[in-house]
């Protein structure tokens, strides 16, 4: 039996070399014995026979780059049975270069749990190392230096020490842990694999930790199990805060009960906001225009019912006939809409254009309006990017829309989109179990539900788009039935 001997600190490149020449060898699985230096063999020390002198000197073994992640991920882990069943895959991947696609396969799965315990570990390393300042001589530069101690449960040191670098690489800094240290000069990151030995860290800033913590826990949002899961008690013992939990958790029943006794003497600051929008909800719906759409248009354009007018260029409003058989509902105007003030003018509208054309459907003979009639967007650089409304901004349009339904009187009132069909008849339905066949609505009207153009525009297979738009093209042509 082959017993190659390996340190078995998170050295993935150790792993590997011992591995290609057991498998250039032809070495099985169960035939080798995984052993780690701190057993007590010397590292020349292997039980049986030595490898042929080829094998020593094999040529690179050829695996899925899939594997490779794995197993650098798995050699971090503490467990003394990742180095066996990491040969075990490789040994199986020259059979079947798909296993790892595999999940329910025992090794593939327990390859998997080792890889997310150690992401976890540098996970919770990012977010438990607390640095200390070092009263010394600055380095180089003027640089403040600092030091931290973590306690992982895993060797990932190595694998971790490049996100400090990128986050605090303005100070020279060391983090010491029982698995290996790490340390940057503002030049060079350098780690080590050797245990390092815990240092003396207590100073003034824990009294200053312990006071933050004491005047930012919540009882009333207490969830001891959700905090127990993000910050494990085996990080509070480095923590100097956590020495006040037990005591917050055992005292917070009692502090809510006397928050609930204690009326607020002052409103906080933010309730002026709270209470404008809710005076705003309160106030009375401007009065049924009676000379038609144009006086619900100029309306329309001072409309401050919620806050998208704040940032949108101007109103919206619907475009067509005073009377119409047929309404189109859309969801919001776009950048281009909201520049011109015209509705459906934008690559959606150009879409729905070309819908209307293919069947034969004269658009200066329907009603077309949006659901919302202000643009909702945010900014990435110098564009604008269209924002879906939320529920409560189309429930503040809906009145609009009301208006303009009771005055164009249409027969037939197309919803493009679920923003839409939401306006009109406030459910939630998927599109797709609505979509294509009328449906009744009060006062002898029909509903047609179907797809917005801008989803069509969205989708990024050519083939899937196309056959959408001829679907989207079919519904359009129910109008012709009103027309």
Not at 79 to 100: E, K, M, P, S, V
Not at 125 to 141: N, W, Y
Request: proline share 7%; with cysteine; hydrophobic share 40%.
């Amino acid at each position: 039996m082959y017993g190659p001997v390996l340190e078995g600190r998170g050295d993935f490149g150790e792993w590997r070399d011992a591995a290609r020449s057991a498998l250039a060898a032809g070495i099985p699985p169960e035939a080798i014995d995984w052993r780690l230096r701190d057993d007590g063999a010397g590292l020349l020390d292997c039980a049986g026979e030595p490898l042929p002198v080829a094998a020593a000197q094999a040529a690179r073994v050829s695996v899925p780059a899939a594997f490779v992640a794995l197993a650098q991920a798995v050699i971090c882990h503490g467990d003394r049975g990742r180095f066996a069943l990491l040969y075990r895959l490789l040994w199986r991947l020259g059979q079947d270069r798909a296993l790892l696609q595999f999940k329910s396969d025992a090794d593939v799965s327990q390859a998997r749990l080792l890889e997310k315990s150690v992401r976890r570990d540098c996970h919770k390393m990012t977010a438990f190392v607390r640095f200390k300042e070092l009263l010394l001589p600055q380095g180089q530069g003027g640089r403040r230096r600092f030091v931290a101690w973590f306690e992982p449960d895993h060797f990932i040191v190595e694998r971790t020490a490049s996100f400090f670098q990128r986050r605090f690489t303005d100070m020279d800094w060391l983090i010491a842990t029982p698995k290996g240290s790490a340390q940057w000069d503002g030049n060079v990151l350098q780690t080590a694999r050797e245990a390092a030995v815990k240092p003396d860290l207590k100073d003034e800033t824990d009294d200053l930790w312990r006071t933050y913590y004491a005047n930012i826990f919540n009882p009333a949002r207490l969830k001891i199990k959700a905090m127990t899961a993000e910050m494990p008690k085996k990080y509070w013992k480095n923590l100097p805060e956590a020495e006040l939990i037990p005591g917050l958790v055992l005292g917070a029943e009692a502090r809510v009960l006397d928050m609930a006794a204690r009326q607020a003497s002052q409103p906080q600051p933010f309730h002026h906001r709270l209470q404008a929008v809710a005076a705003a909800a309160r106030e009375v719906p401007p009065p049924t225009p009676t000379d038609g759409l144009s006086s619900l248009k100029r309306q329309a354009d001072q409309c401050t019912r919620c806050p998208l007018h704040c940032r949108a260029t101007q109103t919206v409003f619907g475009e067509g006939p005073e009377k119409a058989d047929v309404m189109i509902v859309g969801e919001q105007p776009g950048d281009q809409e909201d520049l011109a003030g015209k509705p459906f003018i934008g690559p959606a509208g150009r879409l729905f254009d070309r819908a209307l054309g293919e069947a034969g459907v004269d658009r200066g003979r329907l009603y077309v309006t949006n659901a919302v009639k202000h643009f909702k967007y945010e900014t990435r650089g110098k564009r604008r990017i269209h924002q879906r409304p939320d529920a409560g901004e189309v429930q503040q349009c809906r009145w609009w829309l009301n208006q303009e339904i009771a005055l164009v009187q249409p027969k037939l009132i197309v919803a493009m989109g679920a923003t839409a069909l939401y306006a009109l008849t406030g459910g939630k339905e998927k599109i797709t179990t609505l979509r294509g066949r009328p449906l009744p609505m009060r006062d002898g009207r029909t509903l047609f539900v179907t797809v917005h153009p801008s989803y069509l525009l969205r989708l990024p297979d050519a083939p899937a788009k196309e056959a959408e738009i001829r679907q989207f093209e079919k519904d359009i042509g129910f109008i012709k039935l009103f027309e």
